[in-house]
T-cell receptor
Framework: DAGVIQSPRHEVTEMGQEVTLRCKPI?????LFWYRQTMMRGLELLIY????????DSGMPEDRFSAKMPNASFSTLKIQPSEPRDSAVYFCASSLLGGILDTQYFGPGTRLTVL | AQTVTQSQPEMSVQEAETVTLSCTYDTSESNYYLFWYKQPPSRQMILVIR??????QNATENRFSVNFQKAAKSFSLKISDSQLGDTAMYFCAFTGANSKLTFGKGITLSVRP
């Protein structure tokens, strides 16, 4: 399997612009997670899906952030409008069973820079 | 809420020697998983090893092993025969019934040639 695929790997944008990050989970995995990594806050869970349905979005920082999973093989994380404090590495991860039953496998991450 | 604490920000070890990375956690759950993830300069998060809380036996994966002390809520990672490719950030993580992974702040490990 190709593993979790994320695109783009790097994104540089200007404040106020819309940013869309993409993720393709491992085939057959029912859970998909979005994380953000910053120096100040470390790794934080933003939202996760089970069978394409958002289960917990309590980690989404504010209304500027939204995530969708239109099908089992694709998810997006959108920031609109973007701000410099959104600069971070965003990871997508997937797991087969979720929770205490399984291991999450991470994608390579997208490094976002908002100028 | 669960918390994961990695109190050492960085460590250094000579190649071929053994190093232990510390991690403590706090939870009220009785059934959970603990993980160590490695993040090399490439940024990829790579699973190193995992431990099921209900198992008393410490997990081992080749040169990597853990010392899991459930009563003390301690979960340390031992790397034997350190290699230059082990240089990376290492994150301790916890997951319980809510499917959420909670990470520690990480520790930077440098392996010296």
């Amino acid at each position: 399997d190709a593993g979790v695929i994320q695109s783009p790997r790097h994104e540089v944008t200007e404040m106020g612009q819309e940013v869309t990050l993409r993720c393709k989970p491992i085939s057959g995995h029912d859970y998909l997670f979005w994380y953000r990594q910053t120096m100040m806050r470390g790794l934080e869970l933003l939202i996760y899906f089970n069978n394409n349905v958002p289960i917990d979005d309590s980690g989404m920082p504010e209304d500027r952030f939204s995530a969708k999973m239109p099908n089992a093989s694709f998810s997006t994380l959108k920031i609109q409008p973007s701000e410099p404090r959104d600069s971070a590495v965003y990871f997508c991860a997937s797991s087969l069973l979720g929770g205490i039953l399984d291991t999450q496998y991470f994608g390579p991450g997208t490094r976002l820079t908002v100028l | 809420a669960q918390t994961v604490t990695q109190s050492q920000p960085e460590m250094s070890v000579q190649e071929a020697e053994t190093v232990t990375l510390s991690c403590t956690y706090d939870t009220s759950e009785s059934n959970y998983y603990l993980f160590w993830y490695k993040q090399p300069p490439s940024r990829q998060m790579i699973l190193v090893i995992r431990q099921e809380a209900y198992k008393q036996q410490n997990a081992t994966e080749n040169r990597f092993s853990v010392n899991f002390q459930k009563a003390a809520k301690s979960f340390s990672l031992k790397i034997s025969d350190s290699q230059l490719g082990d240089t990376a950030m290492y994150f301790c993580a916890f997951t319980g019934a809510n499917s959420k992974l909670t990470f520690g702040k990480g520790i930077t490990l440098s392996v010296r040639p």
